[in-house]
């Protein structure tokens, strides 16, 4: 397999305009000699702050490890779960006896100051060498706060609100003694039906690369000595985002050309953002699972990249190495991880068990294991539990931290913002003044638990979330009454059934306006909960036919994890609004963006496909050597499907907003574009309508001909403007050669001489606006 020998992205960090998202973009420095060669070569990335030399850390850890023995090391590789929670099928129960024998050396699944400061008193004032703990926890969008699911942040397309996600985060899970978070997922995720495609930023390999860069800031700070940030683990190392069929832990098969383009570069965005740890993924890649990929976690991770953190698999996964059919046994499975470029194993033990045979057999050497450890010590240090391991356990910091009044208004705010108009025919939102009697209908209307989605942390599933219901209540104008009926439910086993309906359309009948809040439950998306169809679940289709029925305006809200097929909405209901899980405050920001207290602004990260059968279904798709436009209408030999269009639902990039933008055609600084030089790209936008409202105005460009076939179109930058009635605003973006770059034919990174097409537009799409042409030259 030929090698990654270049940096994929390089994309510096870009400025953010108006207190939102990202501006022009900025490549790689490289020399003119070789942008004449259309060569990307490999940049040094900028070190981490955290990674600079301290020699005294050496002096420290030196005089540590010549103390300890293969026991003590192997523990240091070693982390296991607290009895606090699980999310794997193994369990320790004997993780405080293994804290007082040195046998691990991080503990995840638990919290609190006063609970950490237990933990840790074993690791420090009950072991022969007082190493102190490190405390790990699936924080992933939010800790006692929870903000919308990750891919509803990603539809901000707001980095700094993901950003500012990620800082709460941080300022509430190290209060809680919390060291370390297995946040953020970067994976690239193109099929609905995979669950954990709620985790992530969606479908775009450029979105995704600046939500990883987000939130790796928001978590690390400037400083991971500081007692109020924590490090953050990108993951899941690497293509575990295309499992076959969608379906969670299963086989990825890609090329190695799909791999650099689409899979890794949000990783090494990470890399180049400081991340301090990274996390293996469960499937494999090139029949090599991925626990046990030198090539992933050494030749990329360490050699090319330059990555400095520790490498730590995740669940079980080196055990899993066995019925993959990579691993003839534990012992082996263990070798083959450390060998491969593993630092820790999380939770199956099998360092604990084996690892010290096989040094004792000649299967590991020694200097392999002392790497792992160093890694791991380096970072304790770096945290400064050497100095105090007990400087993140402070009850009265964590009493004084936790649900801050600013942390619920922050929560609030990234979830309005998060949220997606899909459809408003006849201006059905925001809701009439004369709309007085309101009914909330369905499942998600009044559900506490629904609110905050999977991966809720420690969230309080059960009181903190306010409702849909309990928003529109509180937030009514004078003389207007919100009433609810739950009508359906979303379980699978109901569907067919009609409990509920009546007393929903009794509700329905004497209100002014049905706020149907309708979508999946909490627990159909995230880790293990991929679907074979992405219709609603349960029997709320059902309902939802019969209150439009009624004849009485319906607003569909939409909450789910996930891209659903809601064809029939789409076509039937006036208005769509798509929350996702908005968090703790959701029930408010909904309300917010119903009654027009605030104007919708988010934009899809990810496709939703029309029906099921259209998945795999992304934007930046490759086409084809029969494409439909080539066919007179019902031409049969074209690539099409006979009972539905190939066109999706919704776009990549698509959103609604109140008011109305119109844009000017773009313009370019010039008609070409030589090596070692740039092109600008600019176009006026323009709020057509009566209120203020945002814009994330978009920038794709197409590469017409290449040595290997390219996609319809590629994202390459983007910028949320807010604009009053009126307003207008030019918006330029700046290309050069490095940001036009892709695996070629030789499987070099550069870019190639040729004709391109570039798009200025408010979402992906041909249609969605009239492209200009440049000419990239040597």
Same mark, same amino acid.
């Given at each position: ?6 940096? @994929? @992205? ?34 040094? &990335? ?62 995840? #699944? ?21 190493? &102190? ?42 209060? !809680? ?7 953020? $997922? ?84 990470? +890399? ?38 520790? +490498? ?8 899993? $190495? +066995? ?42 050497? $020694? ?6 450890? /160093?890694?791991?010590? !380096? ?32 929560? /609030? ?13 006849? #201006? ?20 506490? &638990? ?189 690539? /099409? ?45 323009? #709020? ?26 590629? @994202? ?63």
């Amino acid at each position: 397999m030929t090698l990654i020998g270049v940096r @994929l @992205l390089a994309l510096a960090a870009l400025p953010v305009l108006g207190g939102c998202a990202t501006a022009a973009m900025e490549a790689s420095p490289v020399t003119a000699a070789t942008e004449a060669r259309g060569q990307v070569v490999p940049v040094e &990335p900028a070190e981490p702050t955290w990674a600079a030399p301290d020699p005294e850390m050496d002096r420290t850890i030196d005089a540590l490890m010549a103390r300890m023995t293969i026991e003590d090391k192997v523990g240091q590789l070693t982390l296991l779960t607290s009895d606090w929670e699980s999310t794997g099928p193994t369990m320790r129960d004997t993780y405080k006896q293994d804290i007082r024998s040195g046998r691990v050396g991080a503990i995840f #699944n638990a919290y609190t100051s006063a609970y950490t400061r237990e933990l840790q008193r074993l690791a420090v004032e009950e072991t022969r060498l007082g190493i &102190p703990l490190l405390f790990g926890y699936d924080v992933i969008h939010g800790h006692r706060t929870i903000f919308p699911i990750s891919l509803g942040e990603a539809a901000s397309w707001d980095m700094t609100a993901v950003e500012k996600a990620a800082r709460v985060s941080a300022l509430e899970a190290s209060a !809680e003694g919390l060291h370390w978070t297995f946040s953020p $997922m970067v994976d690239i995720a193109r099929d609905a039906r995979w669950g954990r495609i709620s985790e992530g930023a969606g479908e775009d390999v450029y979105l995704g690369s600046q939500v990883a860069r987000a939130r790796v800031r928001g978590y690390q700070g400037d400083d991971l000595g500081a007692t109020d940030t924590i490090l953050a683990t990108a993951k899941h190392f690497a293509g575990y985002g295309a499992a076959q069929a969608g379906r969670d832990y299963h086989t990825v098969d890609i090329s190695e050309r799909t791999l650099r383009d689409v899979y890794l570069p949000p990783f090494e965005a990470a +890399v180049d953002e400081g991340v301090a740890t990274f996390m293996t993924a469960f499937n494999e890649y090139d029949g090599v699972p991925a626990s046990g990929s030198r090539y992933l976690l050494t030749d990329v991770l360490r050699d090319q990249w330059g990555f400095d953190g520790f +490498v730590v698999t995740d669940y079980t996964s080196i055990n899993e $190495m +066995v019925p993959h059919g990579y691993a003839k046994d534990l012992k082996q499975a263990g070798e083959q991880a450390l060998d491969a470029g593993v630092d820790m194993d999380m939770q199956g033990a099998v360092f604990m068990d084996h690892l010290a045979q096989s040094v004792a057999d000649g299967k590991v050497e $020694m200097a392999a294991v002392d790497r792992a450890v /160093r890694r791991i010590l !380096e970072m304790k240090y770096r945290l400064g539990l050497f100095e105090d391991p007990y400087r993140y356990a402070d009850e009265a910091r964590e009493k004084a931290t936790l649900y801050k009044p600013e942390f619920l208004e922050a929560a /609030r705010d990234v979830a309005r913002k998060s949220m997606v108009l899909l459809k408003n025919e006849g #201006n059905a939102l925001p809701l009439a003044a004369s709309a007085k009697r309101i009914a909330v209908i369905g499942p998600l209307g009044n559900s506490k &638990p629904d609110m905050i989605g999977s991966w809720a942390a420690a969230g309080d599933r059960g009181t903190r979330p306010v409702t849909v219901l309990e928003g529109m209540q509180a937030n009514a104008r004078d003389g207007v009454s919100v009433e609810y009926a739950k009508g359906a439910s979303y379980e699978f086993a109901d569907e067919g059934k009609t409990d509920g309906f009546a007393e929903a359309l009794a509700l329905a009948e004497r209100s002014d306006v049905i706020v149907a809040t309708m979508g999946e439950k909490w627990d159909m998306t995230g880790e293990a909960a991929s679907r074979t169809s992405l219709d609603l679940p349960g029997n709320q289709q059902a309902l939802l036919e019969k209150l439009v029925a009624t004849g009485k305006p319906v607003v569909l809200v939409l909450m789910s994890g996930r891209p659903n097929s809601v064809t029939w909405a789409n076509d039937n209901v006036p208005a769509i609004l798509h929350a996702w899980y908005p968090g703790t405050q959701g029930g408010h920001a909904v309300a917010d963006v119903v009654y027009g207290d605030y104007n919708p602004s988010g934009k899809l990260p990810v496709t939703f496909p029309r029906t099921v059968g259209q998945v795999p279904i992304h934007y930046d798709m490759k086409n084809t050597g029969r494409p439909i436009e080539l066919g007179e209408p019902g031409a049969k030999y074209v690539s /099409r499907y006979l009972n539905t269009s190939n066109d999706p639902l919704y776009r990549f990039g698509y959103g609604l907003s109140y008011t109305s933008f119109a844009y000017s055609p773009a313009t370019l600084s010039a008609p070409t574009m030589g090596a070692g030089g740039s092109i600008t790209a600019s176009a006026t936008i323009t #709020n057509t309508g009566d209120v203020a409202g945002e814009e994330v105005v978009q920038l794709y460009v197409r590469d017409l001909v290449g040595s290997v076939t390219r996609p319809v179109q590629e @994202l390459k930058g983007f910028e949320k403007i807010a604009l009053q009635p009126g307003e207008s605003r030019t918006v330029s973006f700046t290309l050069k050669p490095a940001d036009l770059a892709f695996t070629r034919g030789d499987m070099s990174h550069g870019w190639e001489p040729g004709e391109f097409r570039l798009w200025i537009a408010p979402s992906s799409g041909a249609e969605a606006a009239t492209p200009v042409t440049f000419r990239l030259t040597e």
